[in-house]
């Protein structure tokens, strides 16, 4: 029978008398009310990156709800693992004298980092710089911000405006961001928002040279670059924050999801030194934004406790070393008659994209392809014309090949 539940990014008139009900995880596995089995290819929504059913990170938030469950950290307060949490990730980030603003999730972390950006020009005498550049097929959550720079139009279509001085480039394109800050007028242009490796738009890694090639223009005008990390953050890209496989400098970074590997919700902007400085070194100048439950000390308890395992285990360090055996894996698909393409080689990250004509004869075939994959034990995503696959970091050899080969399967079956 249906609940009251309303899903979300759901077709709630297919679902709503046929909810799948997760009922348990235990690293790559987690297992449905009725005692079914599957193995999780896409770590959730691409967050379980040290794998599910975790003691150490329950016990670290239950003891945490147990001392101090929580207490708001709005001008002097604040609480020991939030504190804690900050200075980990400023320690971790690729920046120099990095702040931490903490959020409950990515969506918030974007709001967060398109205001930061804002009222730091304007702080610096540019009050005229609010505009923000993304990229086509770019997907930075649902929240104001999100929604109004949204490069998947699906995801913008039929909301109204939520952010009209924004605008979209190709995402493969260095050039056509520069075009597009000298047509805006650079005076006028605020950020460019970026995702490392494009996510939920279809799994894209950048053209060579793309990522430092971006960051350079945007410092040529002036604009700030802000990496979104949220899906390529903690492991998922083999770094901690995805954007040191380039070895770049953004002057902002967004993170959620792998950051408590989705134990509990949490998210957040790392911010450069040079982009606090007017906020921490000028008194008055207080940056007027932030929520009830930014630092929530359980939520940071959980974080600081996932980080532990990255490091103890050397799971981010696997994100990378697993990225061929991922590639292999799915490599043979790419010579079934139904996949335009396969899409992987680039830490635990991959998709698998059907051929235009398929989509074109049966619409549903990605939805089908995903069910009966999940006939066969394997929980996939969908993703416009692609299926992802982005595991636990803890996954082994022999379980990427039961994904491969759970895919071959379902795309002969359909
Ligand atoms: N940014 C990226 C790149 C994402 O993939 C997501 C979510 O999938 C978000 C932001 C939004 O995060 P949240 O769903 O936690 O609001």
Redesign the pocket.
């Known amino acids: 029978m249906g609940s009251a539940l309303w899903h979300p990014f759901s077709d709630m008139a297919a679902v709503r008398e046929d909810e799948f009900v997760l009922e348990r995880g235990e690293d790559v596995w987690v297992y449905d009310t009725h005692g079914n089995r599957y193995l999780d290819a896409t770590a959730a929504?691409?967050y379980a990156n040290v794998g599910h059913g975790r003691q150490e990170i329950a016990d670290a938030a239950a003891g945490q709800l147990r001392t101090l469950a929580g207490y708001s950290i709005f001008g002097d307060f604040t609480n020991t693992p939030a504190r804690d949490l900050a200075n980990r990730l400023a320690g971790l980030a690729p920046m120099p004298d990095a702040k931490v603003f903490l959020t409950t999730?990515?969506?918030?972390a974007?709001d967060s980092a398109v205001k930061i950006a804002r009222r730091y020009h304007d702080a610096q005498g540019e009050p005229g710089r609010v505009h923000v550049i993304s990229r086509a097929q770019s997907?930075?959550?649902?929240?104001g911000v999100?929604t109004g720079v949204a490069g998947i139009e699906a995801n913008r279509a039929g909301f109204g405006e939520f952010l009209p001085s924004s605008s979209r480039v190709p995402y493969d394109s260095v050039d056509a961001l520069r075009d597009e800050i000298l047509r805006v007028g650079p005076e006028r242009v605020a950020a460019f928002l970026f995702?490392p490796v494009v996510?939920?738009g279809g799994v894209l890694p950048p053209p060579e040279g793309y990522v430092r090639g971006v960051i350079d223009v945007c410092h040529e005008f002036g604009v700030l670059a802000i990496a979104?990390a949220?899906?390529c953050g903690f492991g998922r890209l083999g770094t901690w924050f995805g954007v040191e496989r380039w070895d770049a400098e953004p002057d902002l970074i967004?993170f959620?999801?792998g950051v408590t590997s989705g134990y509990l919700p949490l998210?957040g902007v790392v911010a450069h030194g040079r982009v606090a400085e007017p906020f921490w070194e000028r008194r008055g100048n207080t940056l007027r934004h932030g929520a009830t439950y930014s630092g929530h000390p359980a939520c940071c308890a959980a974080a600081l406790a996932n980080i532990a395992i990255l490091d103890r285990e050397r799971l981010v360090e696997r994100g990378r070393i697993m990225e061929t055996v991922l590639a292999d894996a799915l490599a043979p698909l790419a010579r079934h008659p139904l996949v335009a393409e396969v899409r992987a080689g680039l830490g635990l990250l991959g998709a698998v994209e059907l051929k235009a004509e398929v989509l074109e004869t049966l619409p549903s075939a990605i939805a089908d392809l995903a069910l009966l994959v999940r006939q066969r034990g394997v929980l996939l995503r969908t993703l416009g014309k692609a299926l992802a696959v982005s595991p636990p970091l803890t996954i082994q050899a022999e379980q990427l090949q039961e994904i491969g080969l759970a895919l071959a399967v379902g795309l002969d079956e359909l």
């Open positions: 929504l691409w999730g990515g969506g918030e974007i997907y930075h959550g649902t929240n999100g995702e996510g939920a979104d949220v899906i967004t959620a999801k998210g």
